[in-house]
């Protein structure tokens, strides 16, 4: 079979690689950048364990060809840390025992990623009803959805620190 070239933007840097066309982009992402933080789970959308941001939007990766990424930005949960530092996101799902066997929580992580940075309030049922799309079959899910109201409060902190750094 005949290879293309893809490039893209993977957490902020610029990658270019000759793939299969048919190569999805979760396989990409892992198989050759060696970025394995993005879970293979089901292969069809259901568990959302793939979750990245593609162009700013959530996305099971599972299911999108890499090629359809070529010219895009791609965040992976290795590119949400500053400099070693955990993400807010990151940091509440440990403080408030979002996780437990870990699987799912990359998924779980850039889904909310993606949702805080929207910049709403949200309620604990908009919370669960976003993060429907992603299955933990550890955690029941209270941790999680606290992780995220954490998390919220954790950037709006940082957001007034900055703000008040830049007077």
Same mark, same amino acid.
């Given at each position: ?10 957490? %902020?840097?610029?990658?270019? &690689? ?9 396989? *990409?992402? &892992? ?6 933080? #993005?879970?293979? %789970? ?6 959302? =364990? ?8 959530? $996305?099971?990766?599972? #299911? $999108?060809?890499? +090629?359809?990424? @070529? ?20 940091? =509440? *799902? ?7 066997? %870990? *699987?799912?929580?990359? %998924?779980?992580?850039?889904? @909310? ?7 709403k309030k949200l309620s604990r049922e908009e919370i669960r009803k976003y993060l429907s799309g992603n299955l933990c079959r550890c955690t029941g899910y209270q941790g999680i $959805? ?12 940082? /957001? +007034?620190?900055? /703000?008040? &750094?830049? &007077?």
């Open positions: 079979m005949k290879r293309i070239t893809v490039k893209m933007e993977v957490n %902020g840097k610029e990658v270019e &690689r000759e793939i299969d066309p048919r190569m999805l982009l979760a396989t *990409f992402v &892992r198989d050759e950048l060696k970025l394995t933080g #993005t879970h293979i %789970g089901c292969d069809t959308t259901n568990c959302g =364990a793939c979750t990245l941001l593609l162009d700013g939007k959530a $996305v099971k990766s599972c #299911t $999108v060809l890499a +090629a359809s990424a @070529s010219g895009k930005k791609v965040i992976t949960i290795e590119g949400i840390s500053k400099n070693g530092t955990m993400h807010p996101i990151q940091k =509440a *799902f440990v403080e408030k025992h979002g996780l437990q066997c %870990g *699987f799912c929580t990359p %998924g779980m992580i850039m889904t @909310s990623y993606w949702l805080l940075g929207k910049g $959805v606290d992780s995220v109201e954490y998390a919220a409060e954790l950037m709006e902190s940082e /957001k +007034a620190k900055e /703000k008040a &750094r830049n &007077r």
